[in-house]
T-cell receptor, first 113, second 108 residues
Framework: GAGVSQSPSNKVTEKGKDVELRCDPI?????LYWYRQRLGQGLEFLIY????????KSGLPSDRFSAERTGESVSTLTIQRTQQEDSAVYLC???????????FGPGTRLTVT | DAKTTQPNSMESNEEEPVHLPCNHS???????IHWYRQLPSQGPEYVIH???SNVNNRMASLAIAEDRKSSTLILHRATLRDAAVYYC?????????FGAGTTVTVRA
């Protein structure tokens, strides 16, 4: 079946502009996660959605970062007033149940110039 | 979060087994041991996870020490497709924190 998809695959933006990154989870997966991977580094947890519960935003690095999810479907990660240190690959994952197997999308490579 | 220690890199020959060690001496009783791998330019891929007992699936086996302070991921017959960075992660909830991992190179 279809896996997690993300768009765009690549995004180049100028410093100070806002960007929106989209994630389409696997159908039926109630849990959705966003992670960030800077060049040569491991993944950092950003935010977690589970059904209609309040999201866990504890990993968001600043108030310039926000995310939304509509029900158990698409999620959007928004970065306002982008900075060069925001350059990274942003990965989305989904799972049937929290804590166990997470299925990752291919990521969006964000470059802030 | 409890930390894990993995070798930076390992090499293997094709069709030979690969044993990837992971030390986690500060593991708590509720921590699961997860393994993911990441092929070049792709998102991470789930490999296997366990709590106390050894686990097997179609991709690999996970051997967990009796005191749970270490574990070993076993790839039974390495293929060129298994060349990736392998991450050993401890977590008792949904947050996965990936470190540097072990870069596995498979020689044809």
């Amino acid at each position: 079946g279809a896996g997690v998809s993300q768009s765009p695959s690549n995004k180049v933006t100028e410093k100070g502009k806002d960007v929106e990154l989209r994630c389409d989870p696997i159908s039926g997966h109630t849990a959705l996660y966003w992670y960030r991977q800077r060049l040569g580094q491991g993944l950092e947890f950003l935010i977690y959605f589970q059904g209609n519960s309040a999201p866990d935003k504890s990993g968001l690095p600043s108030d310039r970062f926000s995310a939304e999810r509509t029900g158990e479907s698409v999620s959007t990660l928004t970065i306002q007033r982008t900075q060069q240190e925001d350059s990274a690959v942003y990965l989305c994952a989904s799972s049937l149940v929290a804590k166990y197997e997470q299925y990752f999308g291919p990521g969006t490579r964000l470059t802030v110039t | 979060d409890a930390k894990t220690t993995q070798p930076n890199s390992m090499e293997s020959n094709e069709e030979e087994p690969v044993h990837l060690p992971c030390n986690h001496s500060t593991i708590s009783g509720t921590d699961y041991i997860h393994w993911y791998r990441q092929l070049p330019s792709q998102g991470p891929e789930y490999v296997i996870h366990g709590l106390t007992s050894n686990v097997n699936n179609r991709m690999a086996s996970l051997a967990i020490a009796e005191d749970r302070k270490s574990s070993t991921l076993i790839l039974h017959r390495a293929t060129l497709r298994d060349a990736a960075v392998y991450y050993c992660i401890l977590s008792d909830d949904y947050k996965l924190s990936f470190g540097a991992g072990t870069t596995v190179t498979v020689r044809a």
